[in-house]
């Protein structure tokens, strides 16, 4: 055989053997874009990205923009997740909870954390995480209305609902014991627009989770749950498929913050406004935002970026000491808008307590000491709370409850532990050894509770008719360092 020939089949054994090394390459280079995007959510593929992405919803009890930033349980809990995790986070805001599942199913993100329910049909379809809080469903009306009362009344009404939620779940299982039931979906509406909707008198009935009830009847005060469609429900995130390193690592997180004590300050935070709600104090609240809160707002804005303090949070606290009344004076001698004592007017340079531009500025600069007498060791949200405490009951009362706190075992940093040390500040048993002495130590956790309450109603007023939008439907992102 000649060396010619030889070199010939070489040739063609190499040129028939390119476009199969090639095909081979192209599958490997393939195969490896689809099991990364199935591994996607891996705690090493996240960390490798710098990046946890988060899906959820643009709502009160999600994710939402406030006067000095982004807020929502949601957004505080998945935040504070990938700093565990030494990344940052992005969040990809969908319209609604299907947009949602539909996104983590097509792999958009590594966790769906939206308030979701674990339901036995998503439990087979979904890798859920752990469960981090606890709901139950409620039927919702409209106050002085025509209301059913039992589920012989509601087959009465047909219920508005968002199409494939835990709420339309429910009612399937429902009508197989009540063959009449009906009701009507949406794909338009979120859960929240309904809710409007039912407030306007525009829809008679909804399904509802207790904790969005707790929430949105303040901003909509004539909103009422009437009677429970369902046992308790677990809400829990839900991970990218096959993200199993990720759930383990979800599961022992999640126990380290319960243990803490931080998830129950974060619920707390978020829902534990549906034992404070009185229906004639949040309408007149409503009422006197639009009369009252004009003729103040400008100066009210002026004094927070004069002393770096979110201004709905002063005008919160105003409303709570003088419900917005510039003239107001109770018998124990304080005045004005921020109710200052004569000393402490002097002390800020306030010569008129009933000029409610000198009594804004004068409570806000007295309010902006105080925070800055609180610890660096407490969070930034909880020094207002401690500084508001102060502000009510005195700093010295607030200096006996915190080294209080740390006697008894709890963290003297942390408002969810001292707003349960404070009461106790009325017993003998305790106030015979501190410094100061007794205090009505139940008053500042009132006074703070409501002025938190105040402020949350009173930026989602601000604010909610723009989220509530239903042409909002595009999707938004927020990365978070």
Known sequence: MSKYT???????????????????????????????????????????????????????????????????MEYELATLFAQSLGVEVEFRIKHNINEVLKAIQNGEGDIAAAGITRTPERQNEYLFGPTYYEVTQYVVGKRFGQLPRSMEDLLQFKPVIVSGTSFEENLKRLKKEYPALEWDTTTVLSTEQILEKVWLGEIDVTICDDK????????????????????????????????????????????????????????????????????????????????????????????????????????????????????????????????????????????????????????????????????????????????????????????????????LGKNPDSWHDLKSVLPLLSQPKYYSKLTFGYARGMEPVRYVDRIVNYRDILEQTLFLPQELNPDTTNTNTLQVQ
């Open 212 to 407: 969005i009830i707790s929430l949105y009847r303040r901003y909509f005060p004539e909103l009422i749950p009437l009677f429970p469609v369902s046992d308790t429900e677990e809400i829990a995130w839900i991970l990218r498929r096959n993200g199993y390193d990720l759930k383990r690592y979800a599961e022992k997180w999640f126990e380290k913050i319960k243990k803490s004590g931080y998830l129950d300050e974060l619920v707390a935070k978020y829902f534990g406004y549906y034992e404070f709600f009185d229906y004639f104090d949040i309408r007149t609240f409503h009422w006197r935002i639009e009369t009252r809160l004009p003729l103040y707002r400008k100066w009210f804005e002026e004094a927070g970026e004069k002393y770096n303090i979110p201004w709905t949070l002063l005008a919160a606290q105003s409303y709570q000491e003088s419900h917005w009344n510039s003239r107001a004076i109770s018998p124990t001698g304080v005045r004005g808008l921020m109710m200052l004592t004569q000393t402490t007017a002097q002390a800020v340079g306030v010569t008129n307590r009933l000029d409610a531009k000198q009594s804004i500025f004068g409570g806000a600069r007295y309010l902006a000491g105080l925070i800055d007498r609180i610890p660096l060791s407490v969070q930034p949200n909880d020094r207002y709370l401690f500084a508001l405490a102060a502000y009510n009951v005195g700093f010295g009362h607030l200096t006996d409850a915190r080294k209080l706190a740390a006697e």
């Open 6 to 72: 030889k070199k010939s089949r070489n040739h063609t054994l190499q040129h028939r053997l390119i476009p199969i090394i090639s095909a081979c390459f192209i599958f490997l280079v393939g195969m490896g874009i689809v099991l990364d995007s199935l591994f996607l959510s891996s705690l090493h593929t996240i960390r490798k990205r710098k990046k946890l992405i988060v899906l959820t919803t643009n709502t009160s009890s999600t994710y939402y923009y406030g006067t000095d930033g982004p807020k929502g």
